[in-house]
């Protein structure tokens, strides 16, 4: 039986951004996804999120990006997990619940990197085909490299995301919204409304 395509993006989304919705909508068409859940994570223990954000807020401004798309659906599977978030955990309860879904993790270059200090990087690249994109955080080759160096030692399955490169990032964000910049253009109007609505990153200055 054919299985069902479901590309999984993952991610803070503190807050979400063009950059992400281009990944996401470029791997659907690209790997011929059914479907792709944007999935917020619940407890980046790896990063600091800012003060004035909420899980709400990220859910909001998710719901927000996303409602004019409907191959695009956001998943709360990490967020009604309590703890620390992990990947392995994720993808193990995913396919447990849902064995005719075969899983594809969608991700930039950097993540990539620095998968081997995830939990049990093996265990996830068991359960999900990678498919990664090249940010600009370093050269086509060093990628390569990379891909061919985790396939080999993982027996992995990584393919190669072809999505226009866009410098955009949720830090910056932020950053402008704490300087009183513009951030129209960086993400969808509706989420540049509710971060200035709600008053968020109004403190963040790095
Ligand atoms: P994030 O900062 O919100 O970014 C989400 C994804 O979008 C990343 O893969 C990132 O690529 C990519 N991205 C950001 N800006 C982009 C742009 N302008 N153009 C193209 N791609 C862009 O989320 P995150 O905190 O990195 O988390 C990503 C996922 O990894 C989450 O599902 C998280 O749970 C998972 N994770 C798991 C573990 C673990 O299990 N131990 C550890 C860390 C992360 P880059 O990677 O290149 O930044």
Redesign the pocket.
């Known amino acids: 039986m054919k299985k069902i395509r479901t590309g999984i993006m993952?991610?803070?989304?503190?807050p979400i951004h063009f950059?992400?919705l281009?990944?996401a909508e470029t791997a659907f068409y690209q790997f011929n996804l059914d479907e792709v859940l944007i999935?917020p994570?619940k407890n980046?223990y790896?990063?600091k999120l800012s003060n004035t954000v909420t899980e709400e807020d990220r859910v909001a401004m998710v719901n927000l990006a996303i409602r004019d798309n409907e191959h695009f659906r956001l998943s709360m599977e990490?967020l009604n997990r309590d703890g620390p978030?992990?990947?392995?955990e994720t993808l193990a309860n995913l396919t447990a619940r849902h064995p005719d879904h075969e899983y594809y993790f969608i991700?930039?270059?950097?993540?990539l990197y620095?998968i081997e200090s995830?939990?049990e990087t093996e265990k996830i690249l068991s359960m999900a085909i990678i498919l990664v994109?090249d940010?600009g955080?370093g050269t086509s080759s060093s990628l390569m490299s990379q891909i061919e160096y985790i396939t080999d030692k993982y027996d992995a399955d990584i393919r190669l995301l072809k999505?226009p490169?866009?410098?955009?990032?949720?830090n910056d964000i932020r950053r402008r919204t704490g300087a009183g910049e513009s951030i129209r253009y960086l993400t969808p109007g509706e989420v540049v409304d509710y971060i200035n609505d709600h008053g968020l990153y109004r403190e963040d200055t790095a």
């Open positions: 993952g991610g803070t989304f503190n950059g992400h281009l990944l999935m994570t980046p790896y990063k990490e978030t992990y990947t392995v991700m930039g270059a950097d993540s620095h995830w939990r994109a940010r955080s999505a490169f866009m410098e955009i990032s949720s």
